[in-house]
């Protein structure tokens, strides 16, 4: 049975950096793209970040471009996002998801989704 386990969530002020973690099991993980998505209240879910099953290629949507890093570590089969100068817009509940031979080019899919971590920015 594939999990995917967000942890990190929370509440911060505007300007503060969050890292959310997402740990894998019952995947191959190393075969997989790992994708970040939010999702805002009465929004649809977007794509923030995507890093490709190989690690060497990642995207970044415009709006968190400069601020967010996505990373992986296969021995921990673990994905991260790291976010930093947060803005009250970033609120919104993350999603971890994996899409199998993902390339890290902002392919909107996955194979498996995460539960979700609340992410919330007060100004």
């Known amino acids: 049975q594939v999990q995917l386990v967000e942890s990190g969530g929370g509440l911060v002020q505007a300007g503060g950096s969050l890292r959310l973690s997402c740990a894998a099991s019952?995947?191959?993980?190393?075969?997989?793209?790992m994708v970040w998505f939010r999702q805002a209240p009465g929004k649809e879910r977007d794509l923030v970040a995507d890093?490709?099953?190989?690690?060497?290629?990642?995207y970044y949507a415009d709006s968190v471009k400069g601020r967010f890093t996505i990373s992986r570590d296969n021995a921990k089969r673990t994905t991260y996002l790291q976010m930093s100068s947060l803005k009250p817009e970033d609120t919104a509940v993350y999603y971890c998801?994996?899409?199998?031979w993902g390339t890290g080019s902002g392919r909107s899919a996955a194979d498996y989704w995460g539960q979700g971590t609340q992410v919330t920015v007060s100004s």
């Open positions: 019952g995947l191959d993980f190393p075969l997989y793209g």
């Open positions: 890093i490709s099953w190989t690690g060497g290629s990642t």
């Open positions: 998801a994996a899409l199998r």
